[in-house]
């Protein structure tokens, strides 16, 4: 018994590819030499770093913290020894070193003590505390950190939606993983339901997996759930969580919000996993299935530790092909170009695809826009791709930002369908950070002003505080003389030191010369001689002053 | 005849009185237009424009007296704004300032004094220490206006620019090349 599906605006249909990695079952990687384990594997602030190079770890151990609140933990997919924290490759579009944590596997593989949570006894909300430290983020390609999502403030969550369509091309890792572990991913809905106090679960699978939608209704039936398996269309990008909560429930998501603001979360199916895995195992994210597909020898989906080279997943796939011109990132429609294959699997890696010119041709050169309106009729979220371009590729942001662009999900749709193959989501995207920074400029500004004025602010009350003090002071001084007249001690004080003086004075005039005693004649006459001289003088001195 | 001249005159007393009283009631304090342009500028108080902080550079913008083209950490973009906001055109930089790379000023652990000289300089309260303790700056509210840099007696600080990291990383700019067949890699 299907669900109802409800329409939903835009999207296509691309060339769905799913068959190459689909078949074959998921691929447990064997231990790595080495982990490089880079500490910003989530959205929001990197986790802050626990260990220093030579220190010993143990697998599952916390090597980064969570620093604020939208920020998740990092840990030790295995047991070794650290040999470095630096800036390495990290699999980013912008191709720039992050800070890691590497370390060398002592192939032991010896975990810390993992202790399951009671969540049946915790009331909703609470789960989300012992959740901080275990660093689940959204597999889904957000990587969202999972603690704030189970417990958001606001509006009641009525409807927990489970987001299993995988909608881009090649990416087969969800369905495999709903295939072979149906029932540990319904365990983790159901933590989810309770700790968010859903009242239903609604199950959103694309109609190009009947296996894992089996697999799926096996399990809801087996655990007894109140969950509903709905198969929805194949059509890109159903799996959004916008587009699959409008699918499902036939709700629309208003401008500017999430799906949260109107009471439903949405979870990716590979979430609900970890979450059973952190819960009743008490095991941290450590590992994730990673489809790597495309112009490979074995197409595989890859169980791997967080922190395993790149290039090791690709061996494990049989190795890249003869005629392999790089590797993508994610899907094909918004994944990005991998610069260097020794950067680590993290959390938000979901598919790494081997290119060569004959599965994804080369783009052709990008003609002038014609106003055809495709984009507009593509596009999931209602919006008018063409304005967006035109704003953002003339720099407007103000007006990029009136005409709704950061409700673009950067699906890529509207690049696709484009006549003219304007690599319109590049534009979008430039538009997006260029705003983005400018806020925080903006921001920092305000924040820089503020805390210049109070400066001033504060100098000037210090500088009458201090005139005030001393003002009181002087006061004070002139208050003592007065109350020294009728203090008869200070009195006394005052004669002692008046008749000193007095007798100082009278000292110094009554004083005679001691060498004029014993004269001779002659200096007798001689002094006279002077003084008689200094009398003539001084009248006139007197009458020229 | 009179009792025209009367109605307008009462016309023109009520008129009269009412004005008054709006001028009393929505008295515009301080400079709005200044406070415009305060918002534009950088706030980071460095004084390159001559001025002792943004504020009296704006306001000394309002009154016409400053040029739009003195404050270097705005770039070419503040200039573009300020010209667009009062309506004059957009000039290059003045001699004398030219706009630097966004650093921040980085306090040598090993060298400093602790005389908090740094400390009283700095216009955003930016730099944490006191007398005789170990200064550090708080590198996320440095504005980079390098105000701190000469006053330390032992020349302990230095000014790094910042360099483009995961997270403060923009999209670029999107380059179609015109000959796709030379460009590829």
């Not at chain 1, 968010?196 to 109609?207: F, H, M, P, Q, S």
């Not at chain 2, 700056?137 to 440095?142: F, I, M, P, Q």
């Amino acid at each position: 018994m299907n669900g109802k599906v409800y329409p939903i605006p835009g999207g296509l249909h691309p060339a769905e590819h799913k068959a190459e990695s689909n078949a074959r079952t998921i691929l447990v990687a064997p231990l790595a030499e080495r982990y490089i384990v880079p500490l910003r594997q989530h959205l929001g602030q990197a986790a802050r770093v626990l260990v220093q190079a030579g220190d010993t770890v143990l697998k599952g151990q916390i090597i980064g913290t969570p620093d604020g609140h939208i920020s998740a933990a990092v840990h030790a997919p295995t047991s070794g020894r650290v040999l470095a924290v630096e800036p390495r490759p990290v699999a980013h579009p912008s191709g720039l070193p992050d800070l890691c944590v590497v370390i060398e596997a002592d192939g032991a593989d010896t975990a810390v003590e993992m202790h399951p949570i009671d969540w049946r006894n915790l009331a909703p909300g609470e789960l989300a505390k012992p959740l901080a430290a275990m660093g689940l983020a959204g597999q889904g390609g957000a990587v969202f950190p999972s603690h704030v999502k189970l417990a958001p403030g606001g509006t009641a969550i009525e409807t927990l939606i489970l987001n299993g369509a995988e909608c881009e091309p090649w990416i087969t890792c969800d369905d495999r993983l709903m295939r072979e572990r149906a029932t540990a991913i319904m365990q983790g809905a159901e933590i989810m339901r309770h700790t968010l106090g859903a009242k239903r679960i609604l199950v959103g699978i694309e109609d190009n997996k009947p296996q894992a939608a089996e697999a799926m209704r096996g399990a809801c039936a087996q655990l007894k759930l109140a969950a509903r398996v709905t198969v929805v269309p194949t059509r890109y990008p159903s799996g959004g969580a916008k587009q699959l909560t409008q699918l499902l429930t036939g709700l629309e998501t208003p401008s500017g919000k999430i799906s949260t603001d109107i009471g439903i979360q949405v979870f990716n199916v590979a979430t609900a996993y970890a979450l059973y895995r952190a819960v009743e195992l008490g095991e941290p994210m450590l590992s994730r299935v990673v489809s790597v597909t495309g112009h490979v020898a074995e197409p595989h989906n890859i169980e791997a530790r967080l922190g395993t080279p790149i290039v090791d997943l690709i061996r494990l796939a049989g190795g890249d092909l003869a005629g392999v011109t790089g590797h993508i990132i994610g899907g094909p429609m918004m994944g990005f170009d991998l610069d260097d294959t020794a950067a680590p699997l993290v959390k938000s890696v979901n598919c790494v695809i081997a290119r060569n010119p004959a599965l994804f041709p080369r783009h052709p050169p990008a003609m002038p826009c014609t106003r055809c309106g495709q984009c507009a009729l593509a596009c999931p979220a209602s919006l008018q791709p063409f304005e967006l371009y035109w704003h953002a590729k003339a720099k407007n942001l103000d007006k990029a930002r009136a005409y709704k662009l950061f409700d673009c999900i950067e699906c890529g749709c509207c690049s696709h369908v484009c006549p003219s193959h304007i690599p319109l989501v590049d534009y979008y995207r430039f538009a997006k950070s260029e705003i983005v920074a400018a806020d925080r400029a903006k921001q920092a500004a305000e924040g820089a002003r503020q805390r210049h004025e109070f400066q001033l602010l504060r100098q000037e009350r210090e500088k009458q505080e201090k005139a005030a003090r001393l003002g009181k002071k002087a006061s004070e001084r002139l208050e003592a003389g007065a109350v020294a007249a009728d203090d008869p001690e200070a009195a006394r004080k005052k004669a002692i030191l008046d008749a000193a003086i007095a007798r100082a004075k009278q000292a110094k005039e009554t004083v005679q010369a001691k060498n004029t005693e014993t004269l001779t004649p002659e200096q007798q006459r001689q002094i006279d001689a002077i003084e008689a001289r200094r009398q003539a003088a001084s009248p006139a001195t007197e009458h020229e002053a | 005849m009179i009792s025209a001249i009367i109605v307008m005159a009462a016309i023109g007393l009520v008129l009269g009185m009412v004005l008054g009283w709006a001028e009393l009631k929505f008295k515009v304090t301080g400079n709005p237009l200044a406070d415009k342009i305060n918002d534009i500028l950088p706030q980071t108080q460095c004084g390159q424009c001559g001025f002792p902080g943004c504020r009296p550079y704006a306001e000394a913008m309002a009154k016409g007296e400053a040029d739009i083209n003195r404050c270097p950490p705005g770039g070419e973009a503040g200039i573009q704004r300020l010209a667009d906001l009062l309506g004059v055109e957009v000039k290059p930089f003045g001699a004398g300032v030219a706009p630097k790379p966004k650093s921040v000023a980085i306090i040598d652990e090993n060298t400093c004094i602790g005389c908090t000289l740094c400390i009283q300089a700095c216009p955003v309260d930016a730099i944490v220490g006191a007398s005789k303790q170990l200064h550090v700056v708080v590198a996320d509210l440095c504005t980079g206006c390098e105000l701190c840099v000469t006053p330390c007696p032992v020349d302990c600080i230095h000014m790094e620019v910042v360099h483009e990291t995961v997270n403060n990383w923009k999209w670029r700019y999107p380059v179609v090349p015109i000959h796709p067949e030379r460009a590829a890699p």
